[in-house]
């Protein structure tokens, strides 16, 4: 059946569209966009007040699956994407076995297409087992449904092997997405180095170790005339950085999560091993330095790095507890509440950063806007409602959250993919 959604208010960033409109579905694709339609063959969702967006995009997500099910599987993640208000999530590499070759990427896919209820794109490693010494077979990758390569978690140190696969990806028309870290000043840290490390008596984790890494991606960049993203960017400096390398036009772009805007080391002093993640929660300044360049369009994407890991592996001393949050459950409503709903960020500001920009780093033709023709994936906004988040409700299969308890206004109300509601909060 067709679906016809009345009465929203259309933001659209690739248009510059905000105003009234009615939208008319069919066969997964928008088919009319206009005020007042009518169709009695129509299904009628009608949404007085809401604001209907181009479905929110997530491009760094870890499932998990295949190997580590027991912290979160296909059909639970993106279940909990769906709640979030994603209709799409691309996933990282490292699982067991790491996604480095074409039975892997087929394997998410399959899956996917039979228990995910949005849009599931792989992104494939850039070396074999993520260790950083041989590139993956990147065409082979890229033909079995790879849409960009990482090996998120673990840096690719070794310039050379860097550089080739620039090479390879701007040859295939694909895209690095860079995790900038420098393992030997990173050493044995577990949070930001600082003031709050040393009261602490925690080690540290310096500014350095991700700024000298995008530095160096900057300059094979600029050299090899490549792209390259920059994943979850924590610093001053590195903004900084990413800022002076779009002024020279090299194809640069970057993202940053939600807790890297909201949280700084600060929030470490009681020991919560749900305030450790990777990059470390950083300073005041750079958290400014990040809203800021968020301002800007320095940084493009809102993205969640969305790390699952059971309550038994971080329910340990700081020190031995992995690195990650989730976050697919709670991005759109803390970014509505701390940041469009006091007007720090516009509406259209939040959109074009939740999905047109992701859609266009990452290549998804006809997602990211609302238009005729392109894909009805739909996020429908009440930025009225109040929730407070309850990590124990989660759709995720795991609860490692820094938000828990925390009240917001303003929440994802309904995900529709491809012309079907997936999820529907009943307000």
């Not at 000043?185 to 350095?208: K, T």
């Not at 074009?352 to 859609?359: F, I, K, T």
Request: hydrophobic share 40%; net charge negative.
């Amino acid at each position: 059946m067709k679906l016809l959604i009345k009465n929203g208010r259309v933001i659209d960033p690739a248009s510059g569209k905000d105003e009234i409109l009615d939208i008319l579905i069919d066969k997964g694709k928008i088919i009319d966009l206009k005020p007042l339609i009518k169709d009695d063959n129509a299904h009628t969702l009608d949404v007085p007040g809401r604001v209907v967006a181009p479905g929110f995009i997530d491009m760094h997500v870890h499932l998990r699956e295949p190997g580590q099910e027991y912290k979160e599987t296909i059909r639970t993640g993106t279940q909990a994407a769906a709640r979030g208000g994603f209709t799409s999530i691309a996933c990282m590499p490292n699982t067991s076995p790491v996604n480095d070759s074409r039975g892997v990427t087929e394997f998410i896919l399959n899956e996917a297409s039979k228990k995910a209820p949005v849009n599931v794109f792989p992104i494939a490693a850039v070396t074999r087992g993520l260790q950083g010494e041989e590139i993956t077979d990147m065409v082979d990758l890229i033909d079995a449904g790879a849409i960009a390569f990482s090996d998120d978690g673990q840096p690719v140190s070794n310039s050379q092997i860097m550089r080739r696969a620039m090479e390879y990806a701007k040859i295939s028309r694909s895209l690095i997405i860079d995790h900038c870290e420098d393992k030997e000043l990173s050493a044995d840290g577990v949070m930001h180095e600082g003031h709050y490390s040393n009261i602490l008596g925690l080690n540290g984790i310096p500014s350095p170790s991700e700024e000298v890494m995008i530095a160096r991606d900057i300059l094979l960049a600029e050299y090899l005339e490549a792209r390259i993203h920059i994943a979850h960017i924590s610093t001053k400096r590195s903004v900084s950085l990413v800022k002076a390398a779009k002024k020279r036009k090299i194809r640069i772009t970057a993202e940053v999560t939600p807790h890297h805007i909201l949280l700084t080391d600060k929030n470490l002093q009681t020991y919560d091993t749900n305030f450790k993640m990777k990059p470390p929660l950083r300073g005041e300044k750079d958290k400014k330095a990040i809203l800021a360049a968020v301002l800007d369009g320095t940084i493009d994407a809102f993205a969640t790095d969305h790390a699952p890991h059971t309550p038994d592996e971080k329910e340990v001393e700081f020190d031995y507890a992995p690195f990650g949050i989730i976050g697919l459950e709670t991005a759109v409503p803390l970014l509505l509440d701390k940041l469009v709903n006091p007007g720090l960020i516009s509406l259209q500001r939040f959109v074009e950063m939740m999905s047109l920009n992701p859609a266009t780093i990452l290549g998804l033709k006809n997602k990211g806007r609302i238009d005729i023709g392109t894909d009805a994936d739909l996020t429908v906004l009440n930025l009225s409602a109040s929730y407070t988040i309850d990590s124990s409700n989660f759709f995720s299969k795991s609860r490692n959250t820094p938000f828990n308890g925390w009240a917001v206004k303003g929440i994802p109300e309904i995900t529709i993919v491809s012309g079907k509601i997936v999820h529907k909060v009943k307000i």
